[in-house]
């Protein structure tokens, strides 16, 4: 098999979800981590975002409503990451977690980023993170790519933490 190399500048644009709860999952998704509504299709479809762009995420009960999570040990979506600006933006998305008492599976500093891991109400995966800059990320001594898995310090995080505000110009 010949492979080629994919452009650089593609990207991830969209995740669709199957729910088995529209109402619930626009809770958690738009209630508790700020994404805002952008589009209904009636009782079984939605579309959220942030800043505005189309939808990042589409929620629907297609073939899902009043389902379950699939079994373990099944194949299907290990998580979705949702990749926030800056350290600070993260800390104050765990404060609201803290808040609305969203249990996490875990948080992790992987040298070139730091990212807390929960389910959603349908046990979706999701990874909330931030990259550090590419100049700090952490290397071999051949020059390769040496990631980790450390323990994340919720409370520096935490302390490090910036509510986000909106411009009035939005």
């Known amino acids: ?28 998704y ?12 009636g009782k079984q479809a939605a579309f959220i975002s942030a800043g505005g762009y189309h939808h990042h995420i589409g929620l629907n009960t297609w073939e899902s409503l009043g389902g379950s999570p699939p079994p373990p040990r ?8 949702i ?12 404060r609201h977690l803290i808040d609305d008492k969203i249990p996490l599976d875990g948080a992790s500093d992987h040298g ?10 349908d046990q979706n995966g999701v990874e909330l993170y931030w990259d550090r ?3 700090e990320w952490p290397h071999a001594p051949d020059g390769s790519l040496a990631m980790v898995t ?3 310090d919720l409370q520096r995080l935490l302390r490090d933490a910036t509510p986000v505000t909106l411009s009035e110009d939005l």
Do not use: N
């Not at 990749?83 to 765990?94: E, K, N, V």
């Open 1 to 28: 098999m010949t492979t080629r190399p994919i452009d650089p500048k593609v990207s991830i644009g969209h995740v669709h979800l199957k729910v088995a709860d529209l109402e619930r999952a626009l809770g958690f």
């Open 30 to 41: 738009c209630g508790v981590l700020g994404f805002e509504l952008t589009q209904r299709y």
């Open 74 to 81: 099944s194949t299907g979506l290990f998580h979705l990451a």
């Open 83 to 94: 990749l926030y600006p800056t350290r600070a933006s993260l800390g104050d998305a765990l």
């Open 112 to 121: 070139v980023s730091e990212a807390l891991y929960l389910r959603d109400p």
């Open 133 to 135: 800059p590419q100049d």
């Open 150 to 152: 450390e323990p994340l």
